[in-house]
């Protein structure tokens, strides 16, 4: 038993048996011990963004961390835009980071960086392992850290002696740790929503975390029926439940002028787990805080607070029982189009009429998908997980990570072609571990959010230098030798019955699947 025995045996003890990796020399004795644990799932991605991307994914499925192992400093960096992600949707999650031997740091060897400072920003928690007797110990810790409500990224560095020396005779065996528990809600806090909501007076529930799935999603809908409360979600969320029976949830739009012209007439604004409305960015002449100047803002629970509880208790606190009839959302009336040219409006449409009973959908289709939301608030029950943090490469990582967590659920993936390409080495992993991942790119050749954000700046026609920085032609991307070059089978279509076939194919059959959607 080495030092990286110990870390792999603490990690299985605490149920964390998945490794998403991309290891380099330093982590040869932790890929080692691995071997020898072979309840230990170790998925490879060849690029750290993915690795990071799907631990993101998987944790936000399985309710519980992965692990993931990467190399060094410049590994760790490499990853840090889909911890990025992770970290504002708190997202639990261990990383382990090799690095030099303790004794080979003071020789300034090409890959010498300072770890620590690399993870900091992005980790609620860092810690260096200081030799192989404390590898239990510290893993432990950093797994209480993760697990702890609502849950954290712990960066745990791992130095190659430490991984490699034998553990001393008497060393204590790992345990599993309890995390720490969500905090209650507050008294005052509920008393002050329940005011809010008898007055009559406008009023929405924003809401985050946890406050979107399950009990209290349904406590939140039965308010919102009982009295006439409109129910939103913060722009981004680390998972929804939605469709079928469930309560409908409006996204706070991302433009700056749709959010605030969401939120102008309300009156009581009552955050569960959300956060105060901020603009993505700030632009000349246009608020940075986008609820309505005067409006009554209450916190009534934060992330960190137990929203089931609190929602629930808001609820008993207004009279209503258990049973009370929940907010349904309303079929759609139109129907899917049939034919003619593909546009983004309408693959929205017809995935949201083909979504199958239970799927999780990963959406990062940015500008294309924003209609999405509305079409599928009575489509049959899913999952859906969306970008977090603003980093754009999430799409295809994530959703791996979703479908090793849910092998039996599909996982359909609406992908902008620009982000799809930050991290499209993700479609490789899907291949290799056979997951079953439906992708569609919204292929419009263009990075059609920057266009909008450059009319938002004053420039309403582009120049070329601006359009050679916008566009994604000259050579146009070719989605399907991509996927086909990395195991999956894709196809290309450009009209509406082209895509309605393609995407019956893809339900049809398990396994990833790509369609490359030219509009």
Known sequence: MNGADSLCDTLLANDIDVCFANPGTSEMHFVAALDRKPRMRCVLGLFEGVVTG???????????????????????????????NARRARTPMVNVV???????????????????????????????????????????????????????????????????????????APVA????????????????????????????????????????????????????????????????????????????????DMAVAFLKDVRHLIMVGARTPVAFFAYPGK??????EGSNQIVMATVEQDLTQALEWLAEELGLKA????????????????????????????????????????????????????????????????LTGGAIGIGLPMAAGAAVACPDRKVITLQADGSGMYTVQGLWTQARENLDCLTVIYANRTYATLHGEMKNVGVVEPGVNARRML????????????????????????????FTRAMQAGLARKGPYLIEALI
Request: charged content about 20%.
């Open 471 to 498: 566009d994604l032609d000259q050579p146009e991307l070719d989605w399907v030798s991509l996927a086909r070059g990395m195991g999956v089978e894709a196809v290309r279509v450009d009209s509406i019955e082209a």
């Open 54 to 84: 799907a631990a993101d994914g998987y944790a936000r499925m399985a309710d519980k961390p992965a692990a993931t192992l990467l190399h060094l400093g410049p590994g760790l960096g490499n990853g840090l835009a889909n911890l990025h």
């Open 98 to 172: 090799g690095d030099h031997a303790t004794y080979h740091v003071q020789y300034d060897a090409p890959l010498t960086s300072d770890a620590e400072g690399v993870a900091r920003p992005m980790s609620h928690w860092v810690d260096r392992i200081t030799d192989a007797a404390s590898v239990a110990r510290q893993t432990g810790e950093a797994i209480r850290v993760a697990r702890s409500a609502p849950g954290n990224i712990a960066t745990l560095i791992l130095p190659a002696d430490a991984a490699w020396t034998d553990l001393p005779a008497g060393t204590p």
């Open 177 to 256: 740790v309890t995390p720490d528990a969500p905090k209650p809600a507050q008294a005052d806090a509920i008393r002050a929503a329940a005011a809010a909501i008898r007055s009559g007076e406008n009023t929405t529930l924003l809401l985050g975390g946890t406050a979107l799935r399950g009990r209290a999603l349904e406590a939140a809908g039965r308010i919102a029926q009982a009295f006439n409360v409109r129910l939103a979600s913060e722009t981004s969320n680390r998972r929804l439940e939605r469709g079928g029976a469930r309560a409908p949830v409006t996204r706070l739009p991302y433009p700056v």
């Open 323 to 386: 049973n009370a009839p929940g907010l349904v959302a309303k079929p759609l009336t139109d129907a899917a189009p049939a034919s003619g040219k593909l546009t983004g409006l309408a693959i929205n449409r017809i995935v949201a009429g083909l979504i199958p009973d239970n799927a999780i959908i990963v959406d990062e289709s940015i500008t294309q998908g924003r209609e999405f939301g509305g079409f599928s608030e009575a489509s049959a029950p899913h999952d859906l997980l969306q």
């Open 287 to 292: 608020p940075s805080l986008l609820a309505a």
